[in-house]
């Protein structure tokens, strides 16, 4: 079994990675993925080549008493698994280590390890009305299941810090899993040639064309029982404007489950907020001075002081998004020919341009004046209104369920309970702390994931594949089995000398 690796890519990409072997010492269930307290605690679970064990060990025990797809009750239990408190729906009670929504916002990939998905394959699909062929990444089981679609977040891609964790998570318990890069990274203009990204009506149908896209593939036809889509933050918008397309008979596949993780409650609130980061927060400090300070932090425990100020949360945050940002602007630019950023033969610095641009600018003076022109919006305000929560809750099927926080920084109070006045169909569920996607790996959300079909579906014997060398239990056994016998095993020292 492979050792994990941390996630390692420089700090201007993102400030969050930091050292995983915090969570151990404060006890967090998160970290490890429902893993028990007592094996937590445990000296060797500081060593690297325990991480994956222990992550994989704590996914499989932590949901075996949840009704799943594919899965029957077996007697896999494990005795050295700390009681879970459960609520009355059965899910594990909801806690988070943090009431400060920004913190718990900056140390969100920090509750769960680089997780490998050993059975993701890339594939190219031919998606009609696409300039070129998709990159799709999939997990296929050998057997007749549903399909879990993974939506990520603004400049999200597969192969970024928080593109393992669900395929992983559902690859575990036998779904069949679907991702791909987010429309808002900077590739997208090339590959798809549907108009500059912000027309977020548009980008649903786009998405939705390269699900229906897989779903045609001989392996999908033969394998995939039903469909069911989850985002995250911006993916999470995505994934509610697929079912309210889903119950208006606009979808092109039948959906039937929905789950949108911290969607913004206004993408125009969302948008201007991290701006401000940006433009009053980031210049406070230096990137340097960032990369110091939040590089080499070490999360505190529970209940200590958080040693930043909210300044500073703030302007790491403002920095990532619109690093992140800019070259999906120049990307977007150069190849619609908007003309908005200075031309390539200018002798000006496109880029420099580019990073002055926030979100909200963006989508008004590079978004809007493209789909105005195009006839498909009047105003801004239809394209920001598309994904507004209060607007969308109401026009959302029975399968679908939206989490947000109470203390997302991205959303304001006042519309947040706009939103919920809206939710006359109880779509949405509100967390009391938890930030921006903070909650992504606790038990409560791991569980509930695996609830994404209602937890009424059941994989009927006569559905596996003659082909298939063993049934899920048994592949669930022989994973929890190795990871225990993983976690036997003596850790080898650093400097290669015995024990004592």
């Not at 005795?79 to 729906?89: H, Q, Y």
């Not at 909801?94 to 680089?114: C, E, I, K, Q, W």
């Not at 945050?317 to 950023?341: A, H, Q, S, T």
Request: charged residues 25%; neutral net charge; proline residues 7%.
């Amino acid at each position: 079994m492979k050792n994990p690796k941390l996630k390692t890519q420089t700090w201007v990409v993102s400030f969050f990675i930091l050292n995983f072997a915090f969570c151990i010492s404060l006890g967090m269930s998160t970290l490890v993925l429902c893993a028990t307290k007592s094996l937590m605690e445990g000296s060797a679970l500081f060593a690297s080549s325990t991480w994956k064990p222990l992550a994989l060990l704590g996914m499989l025990t932590c949901a075996l008493a949840v009704p799943l797809v594919g899965a029957e009750k077996g007697d896999e239990g494990d005795e050295r698994r700390a009681p879970v408190e459960r609520g009355p729906d059965g899910l594990p009670k909801y806690r988070h280590p943090y009431t400060d929504g920004l913190y718990s916002t900056v140390t969100a990939m920090n509750t769960f390890p680089d997780l490998t998905v050993e059975k993701q394959k890339k594939i190219k699909l031919k998606v009609p009305g696409f300039r070129k062929d998709v990159p799709v990444y999939a997990c296929l089981q050998s057997y007749r299941a549903p399909l879990v679609v993974i939506l990520l977040g603004v400049d999200g891609k597969v192969d970024g810090p928080w593109g393992g964790l669900f395929p992983y998570w559902y690859d575990q318990y036998n779904y069949h899993v679907l991702t791909f890069d987010s429309t808002f990274t900077p590739q997208y203009p090339e590959i798809s040639g549907q108009g500059v990204v912000g027309n977020f009506d548009a980008e649903a149908d786009q998405v939705a064309a390269v699900i229906a896209a897989y779903l045609q593939t001989d392996d999908a036809k033969r394998f995939v029982t039903q469909v069911g889509v989850l985002g995250m933050s911006f993916g999470g918008s995505q994934a509610l404007l697929l079912a309210a397309k889903a119950k208006a008979g606009k979808l092109p596949f039948e959906l039937s489950g929905c789950l949108a993780l911290s969607p913004p409650v206004s993408m125009r609130t969302a948008a201007r907020t991290v701006d401000r980061f940006f433009t009053e927060d980031r210049w406070e400090t230096t990137m340097i001075e960032l990369a110091k300070r939040f590089g080499a932090h070490m999360p505190v425990a529970e209940g200590q002081k958080i040693p930043f100020s909210p300044t500073e949360m703030r302007a790491a945050i403002g920095f990532v998004f619109r690093d992140g940002l800019m070259k999906v602007v120049e990307r977007n630019d150069r190849f619609y020919k908007l003309k908005v950023l200075p031309g390539e033969d200018s002798g000006e610095n496109r880029e420099t341009y580019a990073e002055a641009t926030g979100f909200e600018r963006f989508m008004e003076k590079f978004t809007f004046p493209y789909w105005q022109k195009k006839g498909a919006v009047k105003t801004s305000d239809e394209l920001w209104d598309m994904t507004d929560l209060a607007k969308v809750l109401p026009r959302l099927p029975d399968c679908t369920e939206a989490i947000v926080t109470a203390n997302d920084p991205f959303n304001s109070p006042e519309e947040l309970a706009a939103a919920q006045a809206a939710d006359v169909n109880k779509r949405l569920t509100v967390l009391p702390v938890g930030g921006h996607l903070g909650y992504i790996a606790s038990d409560w959300m791991l569980v509930k994931a695996l609830r994404i079909f209602g937890g009424k579906a059941k994989r009927p014997a006569s559905e596996f594949i003659e082909d298939d060398k063993r049934t899920p239990d048994e592949a669930r056994k022989e994973a929890v089995n190795a990871a225990r016998e993983a976690l036997s095993r003596e850790v080898p020292p650093k400097d290669g000398k015995p024990a004592k």
